[in-house]
């Protein structure tokens, strides 16, 4: 790919036309023989596509790895189980079988998927990437297992809208880039170990963070900073400006031990008029992705912003300059605005101490 890798992830566009190239998964058995069942074949339904789909897209902007060169990886077998149609099954069922290797002591009984999928990167342009998934089994997702003339083959049968459901049952995922596109190679997510991989799951996937968390935190609140000074004066919500989106991430990133993009988009974007607060979330959400910080789990570092990014700073026309760090409500500050463009700004403090 010519250029720079993109910092990104992929777009709301993008996630959209993922489609399902190829699909298998080995059946997790702590009592079989090398706790793995193979399977030759399995038969989704539509529903169970889409749900499917549908995890895809949500691991699709996770917290962002690279290979370590230093290590024994996925990057070569991800580009074979993409280049090599005919082998994508007995692939599949060695890197299941090092999962299960890797995972030792008491695994709980499910499945690993493996599947190849495609999206459009751009008009006429389908990229392919390869997305893994430990399921734990549950009582509402039944499979079976036949022998079909001489091939072992998964029959899976549908309750309706479990799956739908239990997004809970998906204990471990990625989403693999084995191209030079992306800044990153792996999206990442283990339920159990969150905000981080567990050591052995990051073994199997050989990877290592791409950003430590000081650049990841201070990279969201500098996306913050910059999307709220380029929305235009005359859509702005009442008494909302650079400041009081800017005041409301940092206290995020103060009060949070994990980053989450949902509940950021939330805090930071306060509006009373729905629709206006949908289009900002979903503006934000873009820019975040664009900076490649939607999706990802970290914890956020405050302390690692320069302190006068920190500061929030107003200046009056008669020269006065009010400077704070956080909300306008942390520091007893009330700001109104009156007719004809004009401000009344009340502070109440427990001591007013002369500087200077």
């Given at each position: ?30 009592d ?34 690279i290979?370590?060169p ?7 077998q ?52 390869v ?34 459901e ?12 084995s ?88 805090t ?26 939607a ?31 956080g ?30």
């Amino acid at each position: 790919m010519a250029g720079q890798p993109l910092e990104g992830v992929l777009t709301q566009g993008q996630r959209d036309t993922l489609e399902i190239v190829d699909f298998i998964f080995h059946i997790i058995d702590p009592d079989a023989p090398g706790k793995v069942v193979k399977l030759d074949e399995v038969h989704l339904q539509d529903k169970q596509k889409a749900f499917f789909l549908d995890r895809l897209r949500d691991i699709a902007e996770g917290t962002q790895y690279i290979f370590d060169p230093n290590a024994v990886n996925l990057h070569e077998q991800s580009q074979r189980l993409i280049d090599d149609r005919d082998g994508f099954v007995e692939l599949s069922y060695q890197m299941t079988q090092e999962f299960a290797r890797l995972h030792g002591g008491n695994m709980s009984a499910g499945v690993f998927i493996v599947s190849v999928v495609k999206y459009l990167a751009n008009a006429h342009d389908w990229q392919q990437l390869v997305f893994l998934v430990k399921m734990d089994q549950q009582e509402s997702f039944t499979y079976r297992y036949e022998d079909i003339e001489g091939r072992r083959v998964a029959i899976v049968d549908e309750v309706p809208n479990a799956l739908n459901e239990n997004k809970r049952a998906i204990q471990k995922s990625a989403l693999i880039d084995s191209t030079d596109r992306f800044a990153w190679d792996v999206l990442a997510f283990d339920r159990v170990k969150k905000p981080v991989l567990g050591d052995y799951y990051q073994a199997f996937l050989g990877v290592i963070e791409r950003q430590q968390d000081s650049a990841l935190t201070r990279s969201a609140y500098q996306t913050v900073r910059k999307w709220a000074k380029d929305i235009p004066q005359d859509q702005l919500p009442p008494g909302e400006d650079v400041n009081t989106y800017r005041g409301r991430a940092l206290n995020y990133l103060n009060d949070h031990d994990a980053f989450d993009t949902d509940a950021f988009l939330d805090t930071v974007v306060r509006d009373a008029n729905p629709e206006r607060k949908a289009e900002q979330v979903r503006s934000l959400r873009d820019a975040l992705a664009e900076a490649g910080i939607a999706g990802q789990i970290f914890r956020p570092r405050p302390d690692s912003l320069p302190k006068a990014q920190r500061k929030q700073v107003y200046e009056t026309s008669e020269g006065v300059t009010i400077t704070y760090e956080g909300t306008p409500e942390q520091v007893g500050m009330l700001i109104e605005h009156l007719d004809s463009g004009r401000s009344r700004v009340t502070i109440e403090t427990h001591q007013l101490i002369p500087k200077g």
